[in-house]
């Protein structure tokens, strides 16, 4: 099946600064890269996603890149504010299966 | 309305109770989800029902048993649960798979305790 490994497991930047999220996977079927972002006692929610035909794509302050050759794909977050700071997680997969990274806690310092 | 129901959202049971868990989306999702997730670990699936039939079993054990009634709703059957089933129970859905139509949205999870 489809491991996920993401780095850091823990990230402080200063409010402002820039802030990346890595994963690589194993799988080479896997087709779609969603972020999901969950505060304390919340539901994830989905902040970006990509899908293997694209190379980069872009929202706002969130951005991922995917590089299917090497397996990895990354979360950048520029400007960062202090409403950022939560769990992230990445995920690979395709139709119906996610495999999850393990988390990468994200603290803005004000 | 894109919101994922979940009742009860905490439950306490002890080893010997059946309970259940119950989840309700109106956004026309044809495929629903259970997810387990411990404290500070990320989800993980359990079932994943499509056009109300049991698609995905992750090897779960059977004291957990899924249902669908219908297309909004799913449900979660609990008996003879052990305390390491302790964790935030997380429903979701997506319009089909995900590969075609994209997000996952998740409810806001029931967190049950088994004593």
């Known amino acids: 099946g489809e491991n996920v490994e993401q780095h850091p497991s823990t990230l402080s930047v200063q409010e402002g600064d820039s802030a990346v999220i890595k994963c690589t996977y194993s799988?080479?079927?896997?087709?779609?890269f969603p972020w999901y972002k969950q505060e304390l006692g919340k539901r994830p929610q989905l902040i970006i996603d990509i899908r293997s035909n694209v190379g980069e794509k872009k929202d706002q302050r969130i951005a991922v890149t995917l590089n299917k050759t090497a397996k990895h794909f990354s979360l950048h977050i520029t400007e960062t504010q202090p409403e950022d700071s939560a769990v992230y997680f990445c995920a690979a997969g395709n139709d119906y299966k996610l495999s999850f990274g393990a988390g990468t806690t994200v603290t803005v310092r004000a | 309305d894109t919101e994922v129901t979940q009742t009860p959202k905490h439950l306490v049971m002890g080893m010997t109770n059946k309970k259940s868990l119950k989840c309700e989306q109106h956004m026309g999702h044809r495929a629903m989800y259970w997810y387990k997730q411990k404290a500070k670990k990320p989800p993980e699936l359990m079932f994943v029902?499509?056009?109300?039939?049991?698609?995905i079993n992750e090897s779960v054990p059977s004291r957990f048993s899924p249902e669908c009634p219908n297309s909004s709703l799913l449900n979660l059957h609990l008996h003879a649960l052990q305390p390491e089933d302790s964790a935030l129970y997380l429903c979701a859905s997506s319009q089909e798979g995900q590969q075609n139509t994209g997000e996952l949205f998740f409810g806001e999870g029931s967190r049950l305790t088994v004593l």
């Open positions: 029902y499509s056009y109300e039939k049991l698609s």
């Open positions: 799988d080479s079927a896997s087709n779609y």
